[in-house]
């Protein structure tokens, strides 16, 4: 496959290689891919009547042969969740069996040589804590702390922490949007979950480093590349704006309480002002739409490098803890990667300290309200006999992690 070389830029050399020591990996979460889950998640989707997560990939009972897979395919990290409802399912009694369950899914990685890159919570709660209010409730910051304390304190050889995956996300599906759990639509709650989130973040931070000097602390934080339809000023303005409160407003609060940057990159927005009904109020989405993917997110791999170029100002280490494309057919998939490593390759060949991309996701799994229907998967899932089967995109990546690099004209 030949990769284009982006204008104004030197001629692509045949061979992009990365530097040493790169992590190359793949991504889920507890929710999409375990199965058995008992958590608001669970429960929004029996009450909604959207597709139900139940057994997911199963993964909670084969991650020792999914774990194999990786292996197989040179990754040599892998980005997973734990599941608070499991840790804690009633307020205060933790489950001991479920912390040693984490501590079997992190011995079995390590034997592989995979390094565990560990987020503490991605979107689902403790039926308990939703009670509560959940996120908008300020005692659910301390109860977090409370859970991240007894899983750092039990899972030492962890050193790759992320307390929270996308809060801005979850807060504007959750808050804003009002698609998703709890399907509210408020700006001032949507705020005070955000602010709550953010305290959680900076408190589970220190929590961290009091309990395992060692380790190091990120975010796993969905960035859109955005770029003006036309040329106008007031294009520019509503973008520098949007991309304030959609990508960089979450660092700002974080009060420098983070040791690295994870970026989740998946799709650029064509912004255009519109003083009429676009998809939010007066913004258009203006997108060419040249390649789009199943979900029908257009795809656009430059967008990585710009957003790249923009965290380096934060001075810290940079991975890319998602960034995938649904495509059921296997067709967009090795293109889709290669041309994202392309752009992430000239980030890091103008000094932007990347240090690792995980695919989204090792296998195909519970898309929240698309139900099962997006396919993500490095490997395919046969969901009624959960067999699992390796697609070709899948051969091509190994390929990459196996040689840290990336051949553009082979
Ligand atoms: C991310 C999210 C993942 C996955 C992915 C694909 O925002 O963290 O859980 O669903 O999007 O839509």
Not at 8 to 13: H, K, R, V, Y
Not at 60 to 82: C, M, P, T, V
Request: aromatic letters at 14%.
């Amino acid at each position: 496959m030949k990769l284009q070389s982006p204008k104004n830029l030197a001629p692509l050399e045949s061979r992009l290689t990365f530097p040493a020591g790169f992590f190359w990996g793949a991504a889920t979460s507890a929710h999409q891919v375990e199965g058995g889950n008992h958590n608001d998640w669970s429960e929004w989707e029996k009450v909604t009547r959207h597709e139900e997560s139940g057994r997911a990939c199963d993964h909670y009972n084969r991650f020792r042969e999914d774990f194999d897979i990786a292996k197989s395919l040179g990754h040599n990290a892998h980005r997973f969740s734990i599941e608070w409802s499991r840790i804690e399912p009633e307020e205060g009694k933790f489950n001991e069996k479920e912390i040693a369950h984490y501590q079997e899914v992190i011995d079995a990685l390590r034997e592989r040589g995979i390094e565990p890159f560990v987020t503490l919570w991605h979107w689902t709660l403790p039926v308990w804590v939703a009670k509560q209010g959940g996120w908008e409730n300020k005692k659910t910051i301390d109860d977090f702390t409370r859970y991240v304390d007894k899983i750092v304190r039990s899972l030492k050889s962890v050193t790759y922490w992320m307390p929270l995956n996308e809060p801005g996300t979850f807060v504007g599906l959750g808050y804003i949007q009002g698609s998703r759990p709890p399907q509210v639509k408020n700006l001032t709650r949507a705020n005070r979950a955000f602010k709550n989130l953010m305290a959680a973040h900076r408190q589970a931070y220190d929590i961290i480093h009091k309990v395992n000097d060692g380790a190091l602390v990120g975010t796993a934080n969905y960035a859109v590349h955005m770029t003006p339809y036309k040329n106008l000023p007031w294009n520019w303005l509503l973008i520098k704006i949007l991309d304030y409160v959609r990508n960089w407003r979450f660092f700002a609060t974080l009060n420098n309480k983070f040791d690295f940057i994870g970026i989740q990159y998946y799709h650029t927005d064509v912004i255009n002002l519109k003083l009429g009904k676009g998809r939010w109020g007066p913004i258009e989405l203006k997108n060419p739409n040249d390649w789009v993917s199943d979900i029908g997110w257009w795809i656009y791999p430059e967008g990585i490098y710009h957003l790249l170029k923009r965290a380096a100002r934060y001075g810290k280490p940079i991975f890319i803890t998602e960034n995938g494309v649904a495509d059921a057919g296997d067709i967009y998939r090795e293109r889709f990667i290669k041309e994202m490593l392309r752009w992430i390759y000239q980030a890091t060949s103008e000094g932007v300290d990347v240090r690792g991309y995980f695919y989204w996701s090792l296998l195909d799994n519970f898309e929240w309200d698309s139900g099962f229907t997006q396919r993500f998967g490095l490997v395919e899932i046969n969901y009624k006999t959960m067999e699992r089967k390796i697609r070709k995109s899948a051969l091509e990546y190994a390929k990459i992690a196996k040689e840290n690099a990336v051949e553009t004209d082979p």
